[in-house]
C-alpha cells in the first residue's frame, strides 16, 4: 500500500485551469480518471487526511504511485477528453456500464448498392441506419415481415442474392412480393434505394405520411373499380398500422428523447434507458455497474452521457434527454451533447405530465434490473471468492490468487505446434489479455521443452516491461563514477542493460535484442508507456500449466532461470485431475465438489480451447496454400484470374505457355513463372471416395 504522500505534487505545481487528470499505479497502468474545473482544487482534495477520504477513495490513492494531469482550454474539452481517456485505458476505479446483455438493433445498410435490412448486434458500422435497440430479435423480425408487404427491401445475404443474381431466378421472398427482387433486375439499385430509405423513414417515426397515401391510393383505386388493387393497399395500410401498434404511444407530442433513470445502493448501480422516438418507445436497455468510486446519482449520470453518446453524432442524439439528477456541470454536458447532435440538447428533470410518468416506468425497471442482477451475484460472489481461498489454501498461498494465467501446447502429430495463455482474474475470464505463441526454438514434437520456452518468453517480456517503466535501476557499470548511489541496493535482480534479462540469468535465457523487439503478431513488445494495457505487463499470483510433473518443472525451470521466485506454479492433470507443485512427488487431490478445482478445471479449458482454435487456423491455413502462392509479383487478383480460366491449378499445370499468356493480365515472363512453379511442384495424390472407389477430380481451384 502507498503513501500518497510520497507522490503528492509540490505546492504550486498543479495550474487552477480546467483539465484531466490520471492516477496511475506501481505498474504504470493508469487506474483512475478524473476531470475538473479547477485542477489545483480537485486533485488536493485527494491528499488529505486519509480518515477523512471515502474508503473507495481512500483505496484508489493509496493503490496509486504517481498523479499527473493534462490541462485543456473549456470544461466540454475536459469532458471529451476525460471521455476519451476512459475508454482507452479502461481504469478499475472508474464507473464503467457494462450490457447485461449484447442488444439486437434493426439494421439498413445504406452504405451498399442494394441496401439490406437485417439484425445486428455489437459495435455499429460506418454508413448502416440502426433503429433499437430491442428486447428480443424475433420482435423485429416480426416487425419487418410485415412491413416488407409496404417496403420490399432486400433481406438475403450477399452469397444469396449474388447465387440469384447468377441463376436468374429471385428467393422466395420475391416471388410472394415481399421483396422487390434487385437481384434479377425488377428494379434498378436507385428505385431500391428509395425503397430503403423510405423503410427509414418509416421506422424513424414519419409513419403518418405513408398510411394516408396508401389509404387515398385505395381509396382511388377502388372508385376506378381494380378492387384486387383496393384490397391489396388495404391490406398493407392495415399491416403497416399493426407495426406501429407494436410500439405504444407514450407521448402525445411525437417527441424524441431519451429517458434515464437510475436505481443504486452502496455497492452497485443499474441503469435502464427508454429511447422514444415520435412519442413512440422504439427501443430499451439496461446497464448495472460497481460503484468503484466515490459517486452519486449525477455522477452516474454524467458517466451514463458519456457512454451512451459518446460514439454518436447526429440524430442518434435526441433533442431532448431526460435524467433522475442533472449532472454536476450541466452546463457544459449540455454543451458537449449539442456539439454531438449538431443542434441543440435540451437536459432536464421531467417535473410533470406524460413526461414524469413515463420516468417512474423507467425507474421502475432500474429497480427491478438491479435487484435481478443482485440476485443473479450473490451466489456467483461467494462462489468465486470461495473457489479462490480452497486454491490458496491448497497450493499453501499467502493470499487468493486474484490473477491467473494458464498456459496449454497444442500440435497435430508435431507440426503447427503453438501454446495459448489465458487470463482469469477474480475468478473470471479477462479475454482481452489472451496471447498465443508460435514455437521457435526447435521443430518437432516436444511438450516439456514447449512449456520451458512459452513460460521464459513471456515471463522474459515482462522483466523487459518492468525494467523498461523504472520499477528497476540499472547497476552502473563503472563503480568509480557512479556517485554514493550506487553503493546502496538496487531494487529486484541486477539487470545487464534495456532489455536484457537479469544478468544471472543471461546464458540459460539467451541473449537478447540490444534494441526493441518488431512487433508480431503474437509474442510482441508491449507498447509505449501510455497506460495502455501492456502485453506482458502485469505478473499474476500464480501460473498454471495444462499437463503434469514434467511440464511443472520445465514451467519453475523457466522461472528460475529469469530469477522469479515469487509467482507460485502448479500444473493441473487431465487423467485424473490432480495438482501438481513443483519439487512435490506427490500431488495435491482436491475434492471432487471443490470450487477451487472446478475454477482451476474452467482454466484449464478455456487455454485448452484457445489454443486448439489457434493451431486449427494456422493448420487450415497452411493446408489451403498453393503453388501459385511462390510466383514472385503474382498477386490474388491475376491468381483468381488463372484459376477462373482453367477451372483448378490441375488444368493449369497441364497448360502450355503460350495458352496461359492468353489470361488477361498475363504476360510471358509471368507465364514463364507461373508454369515453373508448377513444374517444381509434384501434384497431390489424387482422392478416392472411400464409400464408391471413384477417384475425384481436383476441382477446388485452390490447392495442387
Not at 297 to 324: F, I, M, N
Not at 421 to 449: C, H, P, T, W
Request: net charge neutral; proline share 6%; aromatic share 6%.
Amino acid at each position: 500500500m502507498a503513501d500518497p504522500s510520497s507522490y503528492r505534487p509540490k505546492p504550486g505545481q498543479i495550474p487552477d485551469s480546467p483539465g484531466v487528470y490520471k492516477f496511475r499505479d506501481e505498474h504504470r497502468r493508469v487506474i483512475y480518471v478524473g476531470k475538473a474545473k479547477n485542477l489545483r482544487q480537485r486533485v488536493a482534495n485527494y491528499f488529505q487526511d486519509l480518515a477523512n477520504l471515502h474508503p473507495r477513495t481512500r483505496t484508489m490513492v493509496t493503490t496509486a504511485a504517481s498523479v499527473e494531469w493534462t490541462v485543456v482550454s473549456t470544461e466540454v474539452e475536459a469532458l471529451q477528453l476525460e471521455y476519451s481517456w476512459i475508454k482507452e485505458f479502461d481504469p478499475r476505479f472508474n464507473v464503467k456500464y457494462r450490457d447485461d446483455k449484447s442488444y439486437p438493433y434493426l439494421a439498413v445498410t445504406l452504405n451498399e448498392e442494394f441496401p439490406r435490412v437485417q439484425v445486428m448486434r455489437g459495435a455499429k458500422k460506418k454508413g448502416v441506419r440502426y433503429f433499437g435497440p430491442y428486447g428480443h430479435a424475433w420482435a423485429i423480425r416480426e416487425t419487418v415481415d410485415l412491413m416488407l408487404r409496404v417496403f420490399p427491401v432486400r433481406t438475403c445475404s450477399a452469397g444469396v442474392f449474388k447465387n440469384a443474381a447468377r441463376t436468374g431466378r429471385p428467393c422466395l421472398l420475391g416471388y410472394i412480393g415481399k421483396c422487390s427482387a434487385p437481384c434479377v433486375g425488377r428494379v434498378t439499385p436507385e428505385e431500391h434505394r428509395e425503397l430503403a430509405e423510405d423503410f427509414c423513414d418509416f421506422m424513424a417515426g414519419r409513419t403518418g405520411t405513408y398510411i394516408r397515401r396508401l389509404e387515398k391510393d385505395m381509396m382511388q383505386a377502388a372508385e376506378e373499380m381494380e378492387y384486387e388493387r383496393a384490397a391489396r393497399l388495404r391490406d398493407d395500410a392495415e399491416a403497416l398500422k399493426r407495426a406501429m401498434e407494436k410500439s405504444a404511444v407514450v407521448l402525445a407530442d411525437a417527441t424524441d428523447a431519451d429517458l434515464i433513470a437510475v436505481a443504486e445502493d452502496e455497492l452497485e448501480a443499474a441503469l435502464q434507458i427508454f429511447h422514444v422516438r415520435g412519442g413512440r418507445v422504439r427501443g430499451q436497455r439496461g446497464w448495472v455497474t460497481d460503484k468503484v468510486e466515490a459517486v452519486d446519482t449525477s455522477g452516474l449520470v454524467e458517466h451514463a452521457l458519456q457512454q451512451l453518446y459518446g460514439e454518436e453524432r447526429g440524430d442518434a442524439v435526441p433533442k431532448e434527454v431526460l435524467v433522475p439528477a442533472l449532472p454536476e456541470d450541466t452546463e457544459a454536458v449540455s454543451q458537449w451533447l449539442a456539439e454531438r447532435r449538431g443542434s441543440q440538447v435540451s437536459l432536464r428533470i421531467p417535473q410533470r405530465g406524460d413526461k414524469k410518468d413515463l420516468m417512474a416506468t423507467v425507474q421502475r425497471n432500474a429497480q427491478q434490473a438491479l435487484g435481478l442482477h443482485k440476485t443473479k451475484r450473490a451466489s456467483d460472489l461467494t462462489t468465486r471468492s470461495r473457489a479462490l481461498e480452497e486454491i490458496a489454501e491448497a497450493l499453501g498461498l499467502d493470499t487468493a490468487p486474484l490473477r491467473i494465467e494458464c498456459y496449454d501446447i497444442s500440435h497435430l502429430q508435431g507440426d503447427d505446434v503453438v501454446a495459448s495463455m489465458v487470463v482469469f482474474e477474480d475468478g473470471l475470464a479477462r479475454k482481452s489479455e489472451y496471447r498465443r505463441f508460435q514455437i521457435k526454438g526447435f521443430k518437432g514434437q516436444d511438450d516439456v521443452r514447449s512449456m520451458h520456452e512459452v513460460i521464459g518468453r513471456r515471463f522474459k517480456r515482462y522483466l523487459q516491461e518492468k525494467e523498461r517503466t523504472g520499477e528497476w535501476e540499472e547497476q552502473p557499470t563503472d563503480t568509480a563514477t557512479a556517485g554514493p548511489a550506487a553503493t546502496g541496493p538496487v531494487p529486484g535482480p541486477a539487470v545487464t542493460g534495456p532489455g536484457l534479462a537479469p544478468a544471472a540469468a543471461a546464458p540459460a535465457a539467451g541473449p537478447a535484442p540490444a534494441g526493441p523487439v518488431p512487433a508480431v503478431a503474437e509474442d510482441a513488445e508491449p507498447r509505449e508507456d501510455d497506460g495502455r494495457p501492456k502485453r506482458f505487463a502485469y505478473p499474476p499470483q500464480l501460473v498454471v500449466v495444462d499437463g503434469g510433473q514434467p511440464q511443472v518443472a520445465a514451467a519453475k525451470r523457466a522461472l528460475d532461470e529469469l530469477g522469479i521466485d515469487d509467482i507460485a506454479v502448479c500444473g493441473l492433470a487431465k487423467r485424473l485431475e490432480e495438482v501438481w507443485l513443483p519439487d512435490d512427488d506427490d500431488p495435491v487431490v482436491l475434492p471432487r465438489s471443490s470450487e477451487g478445482l472446478y475454477l482451476l478445471q474452467r482454466v484449464r479449458d478455456e487455454a485448452h480451447r484457445f489454443a486448439i482454435t489457434y493451431q486449427r487456423a494456422k493448420r487450415a491455413k497452411r493446408i489451403r496454400t498453393s503453388p501459385l502462392d511462390d510466383v514472385s509479383g503474382l498477386g490474388e487478383t491475376r491468381k483468381q484470374a488463372l484459376i477462373k480460366h482453367f477451372g483448378s491449378v490441375k488444368k493449369l499445370r497441364q497448360a502450355t505457355i503460350d495458352e496461359i499468356c492468353e489470361v488477361p493480365g498475363i504476360g510471358r515472363r509471368t507465364a514463364e513463372s507461373v508454369a515453373a512453379a508448377l513444374a517444381s511442384t509434384a501434384p497431390a495424390a489424387p482422392a478416392v471416395n472411400t464409400a464408391t472407389g471413384e477417384i475425384i477430380e481436383e476441382d477446388d481451384g485452390g490447392n495442387s
